[in-house]
C-alpha cells in the first residue's frame, strides 16, 4: 500500500478520493484548510495553507504519491497555478508522481479540435476565471514541468461536483483528452470518479498525460 497525501483532501473531488483510498488500505493524509465534520477513519488530517511551501513540504515529504483537488476559487482564486507549479516542484524533487482533479472544460469535444474553454459561452461568467486557471494547469504548466515529473490529469465529465453528488454504480468509463460524452457534457458522481481516480493511482500505467472519466 501507498503513503497517498490529498491536497484540498476535505473539498468535493478530495474528500471522496480520501475515502476512497482509505478503503483501499492505503496510508493516507489530507491536507486541507479545515477539519471534516466527519473525519474518515485511519486517514490523518493535517491542516494547513497551500499557499505556505513550508506546509506543503512537511506533507509531501512523506509521501509516495501526491494528489492536487484544489479549486480556483476563494482564497485560491489569484494564486491557484502558483501554487500549483510549488506542489509540482515538491513532487519532482521528491521523485513522486501527481495526479490532479481537473476540470471538464480542459477536455476537448473532437479529437484536434480546440478545447471547450477556448470558448466560454457554455458556463455562466462568475466561474470563468477558475475555468481557465484550471485548464491552464494542463495546458501550460504541468507540460512545462521536467520530464521527470511523472503527472497525470483526470478531468471528470461536465456534471459533476456537489450540485449533482449521484450515487456509487462503481463503474465508469475512461477517456483521453476528448470528453467521453460532449454532449451535454455527460456524467459521474464523486464516488465514481474517486474509484476510477485511485484505479489510476493504483494501476499505474498513466504518464505525463491528460485523461477524463465519465459514464
Do not use: C
Request: zero cysteines.
Amino acid at each position: 500500500m501507498s503513503r497517498i497525501v490529498v491536497i484540498g483532501g476535505t473539498g468535493y473531488a478530495g474528500s471522496a478520493i480520501v475515502a476512497e483510498a482509505a478503503a483501499r488500505g492505503h496510508q493516507v493524509t489530507a491536507f486541507s484548510r479545515s477539519l471534516p465534520a466527519e473525519p474518515v477513519p485511519d486517514v490523518t488530517y493535517v491542516q494547513g495553507d497551500a499557499t505556505d511551501e513550508a506546509a506543503l513540504s512537511s506533507v509531501v515529504s512523506g509521501a509516495d504519491i501526491v494528489v492536487g483537488a484544489l479549486s480556483a476559487r476563494g482564497r485560491l482564486a489569484g494564486s491557484f497555478r502558483e501554487v500549483y507549479r510549488r506542489v509540482a516542484r515538491l513532487a519532482d524533487g521528491g521523485g513522486l508522481p501527481l495526479y490532479v482533479v481537473g476540470g471538464f472544460s480542459s477536455l476537448r469535444p473532437v479529437p484536434g479540435a480546440p478545447r471547450f474553454v477556448a470558448d466560454l459561452n457554455h458556463a455562466p461568467a462568475e466561474f470563468h476565471d477558475e475555468i481557465v486557471a484550471t485548464a491552464a494547469v494542463v495546458t501550460e504548466d504541468l507540460p512545462a514541468t521536467p520530464d521527470s515529473l511523472n503527472w497525470v490529469f483526470v478531468s471528470p465529465a461536465g456534471r459533476f461536483g456537489s450540485f449533482a453528488p449521484g450515487q456509487r454504480l462503481g463503474e465508469y468509463r475512461l477517456g483521453d483528452d476528448v470528453a467521453l460524452q460532449p454532449d451535454g457534457g455527460g456524467a459521474i458522481s464523486g464516488a465514481d470518479y474517486a474509484l476510477g481516480f485511485v484505479d489510476l493511482i493504483d494501476k499505474g500505467d498513466h504518464h505525463r498525460a491528460h485523461v477524463n472519466l465519465g459514464y
